[in-house]
């Protein structure tokens, strides 16, 4: 299985302040033939289920704010949330669906400072 | 709009059984591949099964081999998860989600349904 890992495990952020979340998988989720890395990130507000923010590493979902983007290729991938707003405090997870079974990172909480 | 709404959770003894359900709207079910995700509580997500849009195709993690089956009603636009011989580590929210393949993010998730499987 391919096992994803966050860092921090948590972060606090100043409001319009910038947040930075890592991902590391333990294994390439880059596919040559089509130049797409198979990772995604999902926003966990509290009580709610997950929420689509990113795919291909890099897109963003329809009706997601730009100040969310995201970074990195093969084993290394990064969140950033610039201009941290009040309804961005969440638990993001990274996920790979380069091979089964999918999996998940432990997640990383983001609260206001 | 798309809406996915699973029911059927509860509380169940060990070994004991319970069959989930996802309804599903706002979408052609039967050209997604859907799945189940838990997430024990205070726990990330684990990937629990998936089918294909046909209902041919059915996947399963490790922990859930033997145990669980998934299916599908497409002329209902409803997701199935018959769960048996439940433990106690089966306990989690449980949502059902889709995705345009089986090796794809998730588009969408339901709310989930908590099955607590305890004495």
């Known amino acids: 299985d391919i096992v994803m890992t966050q ?8 409001l319009g302040e ?8 333990s294994q390439s989720v880059f596919y040559s033939s089509n130049n797409k890395n198979y ?6 507000q509290p009580g709610q289920p997950p929420k689509l923010l990113l795919y291909w ?15 990195g290729s093969g084993t290394d991938f990064t969140l950033t949330i610039n201009g941290l707003q009040a309804e961005d405090v969440a638990v993001y997870y990274c996920q790979q669906y380069y091979d089964s079974p999918l999996t998940f990172g432990p997640g990383t909480k983001v609260d206001i400072k | 709009e798309v809406q996915l709404l699973e029911s059927g959770g509860g509380l169940v003894q060990p070994g004991g ?13 039967s050209s997604y591949v859907m799945s189940w995700v838990r997430q024990a509580p205070g726990k990330s997500l684990e990937w629990v099964s998936g089918i294909s849009g046909s209902g041919a195709g059915t996947y399963y993690a490790d922990s859930v081999k033997g145990r669980f089956t998934i299916s599908r009603d497409n002329s209902k636009n409803t997701l199935y998860l018959q769960m048996n011989s439940l433990r106690a580590e089966d306990t989690a929210t449980y949502y059902c989600a ?3 393949e089986l090796y794809n993010h998730y588009d969408y998730w339901g709310q989930g ?4 499987v305890s004495s």
């Open chain 1, 18 to 25: 910038r947040a930075t979340i890592n991902c590391k998988s």
């Open chain 1, 7 to 14: 860092s921090p495990d948590s972060l606090a952020v100043s």
């Open chain 1, 39 to 44: 990772l995604a990130w999902y926003q966990q």
């Open chain 2, 98 to 100: 889709n995705s345009g």
């Open chain 2, 17 to 29: 059984s319970l069959r989930l359900s996802c309804s599903a709207s706002g979408f052609t079910f």
């Open chain 2, 113 to 116: 349904t908590l099955v607590t």
């Open chain 1, 57 to 71: 590493a890099s897109t963003r979902e329809s009706g997601v704010p730009d100040r969310f983007s995201g970074s």
